[in-house]
């Protein structure tokens, strides 16, 4: 009887510490958001970060984002969280069955539900590595995603389109990782732990800080300097075919993620024709005369610094009428806009003829800013002038500049009945699998342990 007796408080005390993590919502859940049959699969790890509640989430529609964590308001079992891609739940935990459950909290014409169950959280088959590499008196820091096999290891190099960008480790690299190919994010010069001045850097610094980590991985035992990659999105696409050519290091690859084929005077100028046609609205003609005349006295401006009173006159033209809104923008805005433009003008076209390096290409078909009719006509005709033997370009149906399929409905009719399905947005899904499969048939692999 004693034991009997000495042996319960530590039975009650275990139970009540289970009892206790199990009333806490931190921990892993795996779960879905329901909107007219149609699912989206979400994962959340939920942590205390000091006293505050946060989640780092995990959408596979989107393999190729990284989220940064995120606030998670409680109020005993009441949660307020706000998805990205997906909008604000309001949710209810329930800590017995180890279950939130909840709705959106907006007005949908059609209701949105959203459910989680406690689960267990995935085993890491990729490393990561913190690291940091020079360029002259520019410190560079990123992260190298490595596989979990002994390597040494294919690499790719990826570069981030236009704005000051802090890296960011997307499923993406997780899944390459997985599949035995590295990957390295760094901070662009001046965002993020790398030292630096982002506001004054120049396309041409940008270029050597990716020369500087192509270098510095070539020269670690883990990495296979002869299968060093680039990736590139939008405005990096331009940075890629310059490292290409100037590398000591030879490039083993290149992807481009609606990479311009074309000078950045050109881009800019598709790019705004692009946008007004946006708008929804057919232009008449002196709708057409006018944006045809304004464009070009914009660009004189931006890139030259040169007309701005003409620009002026033909922006007051402008104000007023249905292009304002794609043309215009506020004085502060062209001024970062132009600022940028002069410290970055740039032309890929001579390196593309040069190149003879594997080269795939995605484009997409709703992507304004680097629309697929121009480039995918240049980038084919430079990469076969280069007497390039292996190139492949890839357009999405639908997908935007950034690579997203938007949110829409499915006509479902026959002649008896008429009806609409509701389709979540995401990410093309052939994204990550032909670039996965292109990348496997073209590197060499660690076998596992």
Known sequence: MKKILLILPVMFLAVSTALSQQASIEGYWEGAAVRDGAVRVIRLDIFKDGVNLRCRVELPDFLNFAFPPLPVQQNGDKLTLRLPMTGEYLLTHDAKLGEMRGAFSGQQALPVTIHFKRGVKPAELSVREDVRFPNGDITLAGTLIKPATAGPHPVIVWLSGRGSAARQNSPTQRVLAEHGIASLIYDKRGSGQSTGNFAKATFNELVSDALAAVRFLSQRKDINAKQIGLSSQSAGGWVAPVVVTQSEVPIAFV????????????????????????????????????????????????????????????AAKVKGTRLERFLLDTEAADAADFDWLRRNDCDPVPHLKKIKTPWLAFYGTRDYIVPPAENTKKLEQYLTEAGNQDFKIVVLENADHSMTLPNTNRRESSEANAKTQFIWGRTPPELTQTMLDWLLARVTVAQKR
Do not use: C
Not at 286 to 293: H, P, W
């Open 255 to 314: 992807i481009t993620t609606v990479g311009p084929a074309e000078n950045l005077y050109d881009q800019q100028a598709h790019a705004y024709q692009y946008w007004v046609r946006t708008g929804g609205f057919e232009l008449t003609k002196e709708e057409t005369e006018l944006m045809n005349d304004h464009i070009p006295k914009r660009l004189r401006f931006a890139f030259k610094n040169e007309g701005r009173e003409e620009f002026m006159a033909s």
